[in-house]
């Protein structure tokens, strides 16, 4: 029997769109799967602040951080860190300005430390140079303004 005769053409083209069909279903379903957002940290309970710092521009010689852990709420913190969504593709961060900083926070998440870096471009990362960019950090900004402006110090 010849692979040329209408009937075993037919069966081929069928197999071919049939394995065509299958490819697009799995590379769109990797491709909604890698565009949804995932949150960082979302067990409550394992998610323990350890620092949060700001930039101290008031400093003599080049900007050193100020501790500021014991002016915010970390139980309002940790509820704000867990509700965090990042973008599940990674992106490479070799380094930032700290003038573009506003606050850092580090945390341990169960055993991972994971340090949040918030300010013009938000991110996560556990250790460089790769990191997860947070989809909306104001919120975040905003408590530990209102936290620290509440506290008698200015942001």
Not at 24 to 48: K, N, R
Request: hydrophobic letters at 45%; a negative charge.
């Amino acid at each position: 029997p010849s692979m040329s005769t209408p009937k075993a053409r037919a069966a081929m083209k069928r197999k071919l769109v049939l394995i065509l069909l299958c490819a697009v279903i799995l590379l769109g379903g990797a491709g909604i799967y890698l565009l949804t957002p995932y949150p960082v940290a979302p067990e409550l309970e394992q998610l323990e602040i350890s620092m949060v710092m700001r930039p101290d521009w008031d400093a003599e010689a080049a900007p050193l951080y100020e501790v500021v852990t014991d002016q915010v709420d970390l139980d309002a913190l940790a509820q704000l860190l867990s509700a965090c969504e990042v973008s599940r593709l990674p992106t490479d961060q070799n380094g930032y300005s700290m003038e573009t900083v506003r606050y850092e926070i580090s945390v341990l998440y169960g055993e991972q430390p994971l340090h949040f870096v918030l300010g013009e471009e938000s991110f996560v990362y556990e250790s460089g140079p790769w990191c997860h960019r947070l989809l909306d950090a104001q919120p975040l900004i905003d408590a530990l303004d209102r936290a620290i402006a509440a506290n008698g110090t200015q942001a």
